[in-house]
Nanobody, 121 residues
Framework: QVRLVESGGGLVQAGASLRLSCAAS?????????MAWFRQAPGKEREFVAG????????DYSDSVKGRFTISRDNAKNTVYLQMNSLKPEDTAVYYC?????????????WGQGTQVTVSS
């Protein structure tokens, strides 16, 4: 069973930076996984923020964070990071880490518990 633990959230002012971490454990290897950050603001649906393929390191971003956020991974620590710069009040949300892998015809998704990010204006 894969376990994901997020950390690094907090309360910051607009324009500040935060780095979120997602520590993964429980898998034999994460090379077959695609890791992603999602966020959910109050009253809104959960939305994709950024993703990274563990094996190749290829990345993808939502338009709303492109150029401000950077996703990366540390293979030795089984940890994925989300560096968030130039934060805006609209970035306020609970941020979740997701690990996805496909085995044959089956897709497996694992989620962390979330970490709160609050950006004041």
């Amino acid at each position: 069973q894969v376990r994901l633990v997020e950390s690094g959230g907090g309360l910051v002012q607009a324009g500040a930076s935060l780095r979120l971490s997602c520590a993964a454990s429980g898998g034999r290897t994460f090379n077959s996984y695609v890791m992603a950050w999602f966020r959910q603001a109050p009253g809104k649906e959960r939305e994709f923020v950024a993703g990274i393929t563990w094996s190749s390191g290829s990345t993808d971003y939502s338009d709303s964070v492109k150029g401000r956020f950077t996703i990366s991974r540390d293979n030795a620590k089984n940890t994925v990071y989300l560096q968030m710069n130039s934060l805006k009040p609209e970035d306020t949300a609970v941020y979740y880490c997701r690990a996805r892998t496909v085995v044959g015809a089956l897709r497996y998704d694992y989620w962390g518990q979330g970490t709160q990010v609050t950006v004041s204006s």
